[in-house]
């Protein structure tokens, strides 16, 4: 069975999402998710969803359950690349995506996710908080 | 009135076909060059319709037809299934009503994505979702 490859960049979790997901394949990419911010303490989870031309009601909430459960665990979710017409049409859909942030690209995701970062954090590996702060 | 240039009918009973599917109506967006994100537009919204047709009815089939009005040109798709049927469409067709537990936002959302819907169904017998979406719509 096909799987999504999860990476690991310090105390992040990248992923990118290269075809349209099918069903199956994304509710085994969010339970995958889940572990492996529980299993390597991940403090933020990036995906990136560039190539991704559709996103329907099915796959918008597996992304807001991943960004809720990771939130439980104390990561926030970054959602880097979206398509201007896979936003529009998410808006229309009526999806709010809660809990989601958005960046364009995986380098201002990773400033974002700096910049969120608690730095009275003992653990912190990044010490430094990026100037760029990016709203959504 | 909309004429029908074209038809096609997909078959949709596993998760491949609704793969073909969504590739075939993306074909004929394409081929009546439909803008980037009307096209996102419908194949989402076909996207819906298929994922519920196969959630609540087993599968269905798929009516794809090329539609023109005047100048205008379009994608009609209508989505006819043998399923349960929906005992309150008016329930049904409100943001965040679902008996699957999802997130009800499939008939709702698909509708504001579209130019045309109508959904028919009855209990016992089935359920046709009818959309347009038109090229410059
Ligand atoms: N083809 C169908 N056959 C039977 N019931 C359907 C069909 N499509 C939709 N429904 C009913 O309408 C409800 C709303 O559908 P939808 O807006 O897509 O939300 P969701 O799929 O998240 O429940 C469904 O929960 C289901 O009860
Ligand atoms: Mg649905």
Known sequence: MDKIPILRMGRFLLVTIQVDLYDRLAL????DLIQAVQKHNARGVLIDISAVSIVDSFMGRIIGNIASMSKILDAETVVVGMQPAVAITLIELGLPLKGVHTALDMEKGMDLLRSMMDTTDNDEDEDAIADDFITE | MILSLSKDTVTVAQEQDVVFLKNRVKEVAVRIKMGLVNQTRLITAASELVRNMMRYANGGKCLIEVVSSGRNNGVR?????SGPGIPDITAAMRDGFSTG?????????TKRLVNEFDIKSKVGEGTIVTIIKWANG
């Open chain 1, 28 to 31: 085994t990419l969010e339970a």
């Open chain 2, 77 to 81: 798709l209508t989505f006819s299934d």
């Open chain 2, 101 to 109: 537990k999802s997130l009800g936002l499939g008939l709702p959302g």
